[in-house]
């Protein structure tokens, strides 16, 4: 089993729904990161997080620490937000080494 | 702030070939790291410094790649001789501080093709 694990691995949606994107880990990841890819290849880091929940903008991360899941949500989506999304794991201590999932392919239709 | 740099962004070379990839980290950040991604295996952790020191090379392949980081602004990953497995975008990334809950910035990456 992964340590982080994501779904769906694939993912259409029509411009303007609400979407949301899992992410599972386990035991010794005390962070988790979301990062986004678009087509073009650049990675941008979209949140951290440890507890609770943030936004910005149009997303919105929440993170479950008893059940150790994170959800990454966009809402109105558009078709400028196909790209894929990655969740990381940080674990516990000072490194700051990610384990990574293996994406989620987004494409939004207009 | 001009971001995490790499040069350079496209790389073609032939089998057996030395390949230098670089890096200039954000100003100020202590912590840097290179990535490879490829479809097979996503993108992986092949070594990371902190304060210019090399932490954690599990990740490195094999012998024929090696990493410096001479100074805070600059980095280099080296394959030698390549081949063509090697082909793969490659990260480099630097985050302000050591530690899990810091946030990492990505540079545009080297998309690396070995003949």
């Known amino acids: 089993k992964n340590e982080v694990e994501q779904s769906p691995q694939n993912l259409t949606a029509q411009e303007g729904e609400f979407i949301t994107i899992n992410c599972s880990y386990s035991?010794?990841?005390?962070?988790l990161h979301w990062l986004q890819q678009h087509p073009g290849g650049g990675i941008v880091s979209l949140f951290m997080l440890s507890s609770g929940k943030k936004k910005h903008g149009r997303l919105i991360a929440t993170i479950n620490i008893q059940e150790k899941h994170s959800s990454l949500h966009i809402t109105a989506s558009h078709p400028r937000d196909s790209a894929v999304y990655i969740c990381a794991g940080g674990r516990r201590g000072a490194t700051n080494k990610l384990i990574f999932g293996t994406g989620t392919l987004l494409a939004v239709q207009p | 702030d001009a971001g995490v740099i790499q040069s350079p962004r496209h790389e073609v070379t032939e089998m057996g070939q030395e390949v230098t990839l670089r890096c200039k980290p954000i100003s100020g950040h202590n912590s840097l790291f290179w990535y490879r991604q490829t479809m097979m295996r996503g993108l992986e952790l092949l070594i990371y410094f902190n304060n210019n020191v090399p932490i954690d090379d599990s990740g490195m392949p094999e012998d024929r790649f090696s990493a410096k980081m001479p100074n805070a602004s600059f980095s280099t990953l080296k394959i030698q001789p390549s081949e063509p497995r090697d082909s793969a975008v490659y990260f480099c990334?630097?985050?302000?501080?050591?530690?899990?809950?810091?946030?990492?910035?990505f540079g545009p990456g080297t998309r690396l093709t070995v003949l």
């Open positions: 990334a630097s985050s302000p501080l050591a530690g899990t809950y810091n946030e990492q910035f």
């Open positions: 035991v010794g990841i005390s962070a």
